[in-house]
């Protein structure tokens, strides 16, 4: 695993597979995000269930930066009339670019830890694609 501020020159962007953990004995939720990093900035959409009693999906967009392998975006969930915090994401992102772990802070109220996996095989096809339109 790589630690923070040694240089991943991997492009994040892609399908990731998480999973965030509140600090109680709630149950994890897992999401999808959808990542696209241009440069050093970062943006994208998450999907994640409403809750356990339900079929709903949340929607969520995400705003946020990498410098090296440290991964931070802020996450927004798209709930009209709603007073929803955003909450901060802050990770470290794997060798081969294929995992971010960290934390998720809503200041001044929770935080607890998540995991965002993407498959190694889906990163070495987009490197092929980026290789062959140079």
């Known amino acids: ?9 991997q492009n994040l962007t892609g399908v990731w597979n998480g999973r965030y953990f509140y600090p109680s004995e709630l149950a994890p939720i897992s999401f999808v995000a959808t990542l696209i ?13 409403a ?24 996450k927004t969930y798209d709930i009209s009339g709603s007073n929803v915090d955003p909450i901060d994401y802050s990770g470290i992102l794997n060798g081969d670019a294929t995992e971010i772990a960290g934390t998720w802070r809503i200041l001044g109220s929770w935080s607890g830890k998540f995991l965002m996996i993407r498959s190694p095989g889906k990163v070495a096809a987009v490197a092929r694609k980026v290789a062959e339109r140079v």
């Open 1 to 9: 695993m790589a630690r923070q501020g040694e240089e991943t020159s």
């Open 37 to 49: 990093e241009t440069a050093t900035r970062l943006t994208g959409t998450t999907h994640e269930p």
């Open 51 to 74: 809750g356990p009693a339900t079929d709903a999906v949340r929607y969520a967009s995400l705003q946020g930066q990498r410098d090296g392998n440290a991964v931070s975006f802020i």
